[in-house]
């Protein structure tokens, strides 16, 4: 098995050439020749991930957000990022990511949020001929602001949701995994009650009537992936070496802390 034939499995569920222009999605460090004798899927790529890819021997992981993000003008062991690269190199990881990627496509991060919400009738948010950011559909019946509040918050085993006033009905929903401040516009255009998403501002929480927005966490919003990624790969090679990182439950950099 070659880096190649795992980056091709997962391009093939979501192809490089939709990414975002500001992404970074796609082969990081490694060469496609290179041989793999096991993946680890994780959501970030930190200096513990490339750690237990070793112990578990694991030679390439593959993760939802990117390691080189944007430029790196120094490698070195004191930062997070620099940290990963040079254990990644030392101990030969080749390093891949499906980022906007996996946003974009049918069956990607916001298609997993609607399959937890229970959503009907989904479809892409920002349709751009097949693939786009986010989802939007329909709860079979309607559902109060604070209702909605406390299903969200067990369907995503939440321990707070960040929100605008609840409004009195919601139907029609639109989600957008991760930082998805960009499409408000989008799904108060496509009819929404409700929009779910992460990384909102302040001021966008002054809603018009009628609308309602919720913050339910960036992590929250797209770990999701990190299993369909796994599948992704298992289906294409049922007898490899393909595992979920056993840290995934502790690797929220976010930490909430009450009084």
Known sequence: MKVKDITAALEAFAP???????????????????????????????????????????????????????????????????????????????????????????????????????????????????????TVGMWPSPKTGTEALAFVKERFGLTFIRSSRPVERIRRVALCGGS?????????????????????????????????IMDIGHFESEVDIVGILFKVIREKFPTFAVRISEQLDQSNPVCYYYA
């Open 180 to 212: 998805g401040g960009s499409e408000i516009a989008a799904a108060r255009s496509s009819g929404a009650d409700l929009y779910i998403s992460a990384d909102i501002s302040y001021h966008n929480f002054f809603t018009p009537e009628g609308f309602m």
């Open 16 to 134: 490089l050439g939709v990414q975002e222009d500001w992404d970074n999605s796609g082969l990081c460090i490694g060469s496609p020749e290179d041989e793999v004798c096991g993946v680890l899927v994780g959501f970030d790529c930190t200096p513990q991930l490339i750690d237990e890819a070793v112990e578990k021997g694991c030679n390439m992981v593959v993760t939802h957000h990117p390691l080189i993000f944007k430029g790196v003008r120094q490698i070195w062991g004191g930062d997070p990022v620099g940290d990963a690269i040079i254990r990644a190199i030392r101990a030969g990881v080749a390093v891949y990511a499906a980022h906007t990627t996996a946003d974009k496509v049918p069956g990607g991060v916001s298609f997993a949020m609607a399959d937890r919400l229970g959503l009907q009738d989904v479809s892409i948010l920002e349709d751009e001929g097949g693939t786009g950011l986010g």
